[in-house]
């Protein structure tokens, strides 16, 4: 129960050994939602939980177990609602120091590079230093996170890695139970459910933060930039609570926005690596026009260099991905595309089988994919061919068009590799994506011809 | 304002009735309505022939089908306790024509249940629908007919009592519940109020099971 905060309803012990432990001082109580006197005078709600303060979140009705009109939060109603006349619960005794020794089980090498930013994210952390991470996408980040962690680890510190989206949480769980030895691992997400046991390490989604409180005194944020993080602010507040006084927050991203700058502070240590593990540089997106391309797919025909683009993956034999702004034109494309080789796929967020579609395009059986961003950062496939459609929307900004670019020539084998942005218009987001690839590259360069590399 | 299922943005267009009540606004966007699936049989009533309950209920009707749709919507509204989902029906509610001439009367909950609920969920519809109804009834067992099979349900000892100082008129009466599975529920309710001296009873659920 250490560092967690619970709905009383739903804490797993018997309602008389609550009440005793409350009495004797070793759980403290706070309301579900409180009002709050802003200075300009209004009143407005607040959800102890999740920290929102949207009056849109907040419904009023009238409660018959309080007998008044009570207001509850529906932006965190999936974890068990919290009303007013609800308790939060959170452990106020001694803090349980983490059991048994930690071992470093990982065998691998880190590039000179890496083990730089290892060294540096290791210092900052102890210090107490807040730390921005700034490594290119294929740059071997969960790697340079072995050591800090297990350092920290080992020293009996709580440390949690936080990132946006479950999918990075089952990738980095085997990963890291692999890599750090005799240390209670938990992955939380939504529908993990409750692990047993008392962890030194948690890797969990944002949004699970919102149930912890003063219980890290590390937290790490990867992949920071990600959807919903970098919009929802109750998200940087929850990662905020669940800090204890005196904890460290680092950041690890590949595309740093300037919110993230200033959440670093300038006294915060910082670390950049501009090449990948591979030593090549990062594949630069070239534009394409595709006026008209809306009216063209609602007609139902493929635009024609879209066309012989993709005909040309199908004859290179090369697997490809087709980002969409949205579900609906990317639903109206694939018939079109089906046209060229029907064993053309298409995955969105709610695609039943969007994995095994993944997967199916990693090994080969099928030519390629048509996608949304949910795809943008986390995939790693050898010879990737990428087509953006309709780079000029408001979904692909700069650090979108950096994490899909990022899929493209991951492999030392083939590090090069096509991104095509095809616009109805270039935007100034496109713009600063090619030329934060370019600084990157020139960045690169002048490091691999170093003899550090 | 967002939709109450999905959080997307709705947008209507704006009318004179818009700008004074809160009539049509239903609060859900257009593609979340379409999921739910209008049910246009009538529940099967000669189930109860030869019981003592036959012809308890005159009439009755289902709004919607129980499908995916709605089974998130009611574990939402039912189980996660998200009271603002009663507002997602009232436009329809409003509408059903078996309301006409007839007083409504919300199937009660048990008081038990109810403070753990928090708020009485089929009351709640009406409330948000601003039909006008009376309470007569009061529920007896706090037990949970979800659990019994069929027969069990359809054998099972009365539900309901009048409530006290309850005034049944000789007039007509629509029973609202949320969802009609075996109609044990209402036949129980409507027997009573039929004994009570009701001159016609019906029934109006939200969703047939």
């Not at chain 1, 409750?194 to 409180?213: C, K």
């Not at chain 2, 049910?39 to 189930?47: A, I, Q, S, V």
Request: charged fraction near 25%; glycine fraction near 8%.
């Amino acid at each position: 129960m250490q560092g967690r905060i619970w709905l009383r309803e739903l804490l797993p012990f018997g309602q008389g050994a609550v009440t005793e432990l409350i009495n004797d001082g070793l759980i403290g109580t706070i309301p579900g939602v409180t009002t709050v006197r802003k200075w300009h005078g209004a009143m407005i709600f607040r959800c102890n939980r999740c920290l929102t303060e949207n009056p849109r979140h907040f419904h009023a009705y009238n409660c018959r177990k309080c007998g008044r009109i009570c207001r509850y939060c529906r932006h965190c109603l999936n974890m068990g609602r919290v009303a007013e006349c609800d308790e939060l619960l959170y452990w106020c005794g001694p803090d349980r120091p983490s059991s048994g020794s930690v071992e470093l089980t990982w065998k691998g090498r880190l590039t000179p590079l890496q083990e730089r930013a290892a060294a540096e994210l290791q210092e900052s952390l102890l210090a107490g230093r807040r730390h921005l991470l700034h490594a290119v996408c294929g740059a071997g980040k969960t790697e340079i996170l072995f050591r800090p962690v297990h350092r920290l680890l080992s020293e009996g510190k709580r440390v949690c890695i936080a990132t946006p989206r479950t999918d990075v949480v089952l990738e980095l769980l085997p990963r890291f139970t692999e890599a750090v030895g005799g240390s209670v691992i938990h992955g939380l997400y939504s529908g993990s459910g409750e692990p047993e046991g008392f962890p030194g390490l948690i890797i969990a989604t944002t949004h699970q933060l919102y149930r912890f409180r003063e219980a890290f005194d590390v937290v790490i944020v990867d992949e920071a930039d990600a959807f919903p993080y970098s919009y929802d602010k109750t998200l940087r507040q929850a990662v905020k609570k669940s800090l204890k006084a005196g904890g460290v927050l680092a950041v690890v991203t590949a595309t740093p926005s300037s919110a993230i700058l200033s959440e670093i502070g300038k006294d915060g240590g910082k670390s950049v690596i501009p090449v990948r593990f591979h030593g090549y540089p990062l594949p630069e997106p070239r534009s394409e026009p595709l006026f008209g391309y809306r009216r063209k797919i609602s007609s139902g025909k493929l635009p024609e260099r879209l066309r012989v683009w993709t005909e040309e993956c199908l004859k290179k034999k090369a697997p490809f991905l087709v980002f969409f702004p949205s579900v609906s034109l990317m639903e109206k494309s694939l018939p079109l595309f089906s046209h060229l080789d029907t064993g053309i796929g298409a995955v969105h967020a709610s695609h039943p089988d969007r994995r095994s579609l993944v997967l199916a395009l990693r090994e080969g059986r099928i030519p390629g994919l048509l996608t949304t961003t949910i795809l943008e950062r986390g995939i790693t496939i050898p010879r990737l061919q990428i087509a953006i459609v309709g780079s000029e929307n408001a979904i692909f900004d700069r650090s979108a068009i950096i994490q899909i670019s990022g899929r493209a020539g991951r492999s030392s084998e083939y590090p090069g590799g096509d991104v095509v942005l095809f616009h109805h218009g270039i935007t100034p987001e496109m713009d600063s994506a090619v030329r934060e690839i370019r600084q990157l590259n020139r960045e690169g360069g002048k490091l691999v011809g170093m003899p550090a590399l | 304002m967002e939709c109450l299922l999905c959080n997307s943005p709705v947008s209507r267009p704006p009318t004179w009735t818009g700008l004074f009540s809160d009539r049509g606004k239903s609060g859900i966007c257009v593609p979340c309505q379409a999921k739910f699936e209008p049910d246009g049989r009538r529940p099967p009533l000669e189930d109860w022939k030869g019981t003592p309950y036959e012809g308890a209920l005159d009439a009755a009707i289902s709004l919607y089908t129980y499908n995916d749709a709605m089974k998130t919507y009611l574990r939402q509204y039912k189980f996660l306790k998200d009271a603002a989902l009663a507002a997602v029906f009232s436009d329809k509610l409003r509408e059903v024509p078996i309301l006409k001439g007839r007083t409504a009367v919300p199937v009660p909950m048990h008081q038990e249940r109810l403070a753990e609920r928090t708020f009485p969920q089929v009351e709640e519809l009406l409330v948000q629908a601003g039909i006008p109804f009376v309470q007569l009834l009061e529920k007896t067992t706090a037990r949970n007919l979800g659990r019994l099979g069929r027969k069990e349900r359809m054998e099972s000892e009365p539900l309901f009592t009048l409530s006290d100082g309850a005034e049944v008129y000789r007039a007509d009466y629509v029973l609202v519940d949320d969802l009609y599975t075996t109609g044990t529920t209402l036949h129980h309710a409507a027997h009573i109020l039929k004994k009570s001296g009701a001159r016609s009873v019906a029934a109006l659920t939200l969703i047939r099971a």
